[in-house]
């Protein structure tokens, strides 16, 4: 079993830029950590975790949710692709699966979050992940308050929209939600992109956020910029969510494809019934 080391900085940098993988950590220090998973159960743990059903949707995502071993299971070995064991958010090609709120879903996928089964204030969050290549793709790490949306804000961590040398991350809260302007994008350096194992974090404070890559700082968000906008939503709890959403509002907004679906390019479909719409998670660690 993948154990975590948090007894000192230069460890947990290690673990942080990815030089260490979660197997390779040891002797995990309890009263730093108010939550850890490393996924090599054999079914997702339901305990920390909730799965998202066909009673959602968003953003004119392509997919609908579903709780299901097809969407999400963990993996160990070759299929984990690098490490000892993963989780894995998968989308399948479904035709008519489902028709909800008069519309016609030909895709599944995953989507879980900790909601009142895990809610922290302030801390470090991050998770270790390996995406897909495909525009269209719409993974995302990220944390929503326990409230209406937006008054109780939203950190996102990591989205990714199919092109492989960038990733975003972004704030949302009262009159700055929707396009916002507490927004950013990480250019990989040359030789890196979305398709290898990478850290995304942030640390939280009552005062600031600072996004990561890889421990490399991406951004940071200070609260007298939020309140530039409006309302600082950021000192209340949070849970986090992964999901895998497949084209919508984003990816059309960055590519601009509408056929066959909205986001979503045929290359991208291509992908999906190959079974290569995967989102690989080695593990997810929330510190004081």
């Known amino acids: 079993m993948k154990r975590l080391l948090l007894k000192s900085i230069p460890a947990l940098a290690l673990i942080i830029s990815g030089i260490l993988s979660a197997q390779d950590i040891a002797d995990k220090k309890e009263n730093d950590t108010l939550f850890f998973d490393d996924f090599s ?15 959602f949707w968003v953003n004119n995502e392509q997919q609908v949710y579903v709780d299901s071993t097809a969407t999400i299971f963990p993996v160990k070995g070759a299929k984990a692709k690098g490490v000892e ?3 894995i958010l998968k989308a399948h090609y479904s035709p008519n699966y489902i028709n ?9 996928s995953g989507r879980i979050n ?4 895990v809610m922290f204030t302030y801390g470090t ?3 270790r992940m390996k995406l897909p290549e495909g525009s269209g793709f719409w993974p995302a ?11 109780t804000g939203e950190i996102d961590i990591m989205e990714y929209v199919g092109e492989t040398d960038w990733i975003g991350v972004a704030m949302h809260g009262p009159n700055y939600s929707g396009e916002t302007p507490l927004v950013n994008k990480y250019f990989f350096p040359e030789g890196e992109d979305v398709t290898d194992w990478h850290v995304y974090s942030v640390e939280w404070t009552a005062e600031e956020l600072n996004f990561k890559v890889d421990d490399r700082l991406i951004y940071r968000v200070t609260k007298p910029m939020v309140e530039h906008y409006g309302e600082w939503a950021f000192d209340n709890p949070k849970y986090l969510i992964l999901n895998l959403a497949l084209g919508g509002a984003y990816p059309y907004k960055t590519n601009g494809i509408d056929k066959p679906y909205n986001g979503l390019p045929e290359s991208t479909v291509k992908l999906i019934k190959e079974g290569k719409a995967e989102v690989l998670i080695d593990w997810v660690l929330i510190t004081k």
Do not use: C, H
């Open 41 to 55: 159960a054999s079914s997702l743990d339901r305990e920390k975790w909730n799965v998202v059903g066909t009673d």
């Open 141 to 151: 790490f990220w944390a929503l308050g326990g409230g209406e949306w937006p008054d």
């Open 114 to 117: 900790t909601r009142d089964k």
């Open 85 to 87: 064991n993963a989780l």
């Open 125 to 127: 969050a991050m998770a």
């Open 100 to 108: 909800y709120r008069d519309n016609d879903f030909d895709f599944i």
